[in-house]
């Protein structure tokens, strides 16, 4: 059977959260400095270590989402990106209420499901897990 259509979905949703999360993570390492970017998550929050946190944001955000764009440890990286949103969902959106534009859950929500479900399902057909031959990484699962 073939899944070309689930692969091309697979694709798109990567490119886009990935291109997503590449660009949070440019202006968290390169526009706003990892300093700064601490100095937000000590203002916006009670996180733990907000140096600390500004650093594995940056990391997750800018290496996951290279990973993710290009379809190679697409299951880490998409449940890397999970945790990560699910922390900023909790620590500072929560409080907020769910719609966005009062700076409720609604997209730190939407970002995690997606993780959640490039997590399960990998990358699809198009992409370099598939081409590596990662048994397991590269293709849909069928028991979805």
Do not use: C
Request: proline share 3%; hydrophobic share 55%; no cysteine.
């Amino acid at each position: 059977m073939t899944r070309t259509p689930t692969d091309i979905g697979l694709l798109i949703i990567r490119l886009v959260f990935g291109g997503i999360l590449t660009a949070h993570g440019f202006q968290k390492l390169f526009l706003m400095g990892p300093g700064q970017t601490g100095a937000a998550f000590a203002n916006m929050s009670s996180l733990p270590a907000p140096e600390i946190m500004a650093w594995i944001a940056v990391i997750v955000e800018l290496l996951g989402g290279l990973a993710l764009i290009a379809g190679v440890a697409t299951r880490i990286a998409a449940i890397a990106a999970a945790v990560v949103m699910a922390g900023a969902m909790v620590t500072v959106h929560l409080a907020n209420g769910f719609f966005n534009t009062d700076g409720g859950i609604e997209y730190t929500l939407m970002l995690s499901a997606i993780g959640v479900a490039l997590a399960v399902t990998g990358a699809g057909r198009y992409s370099l897990d598939a081409a590596l031959g990662r048994a397991g990484r590269g293709t849909p699962t069928d028991r979805i």
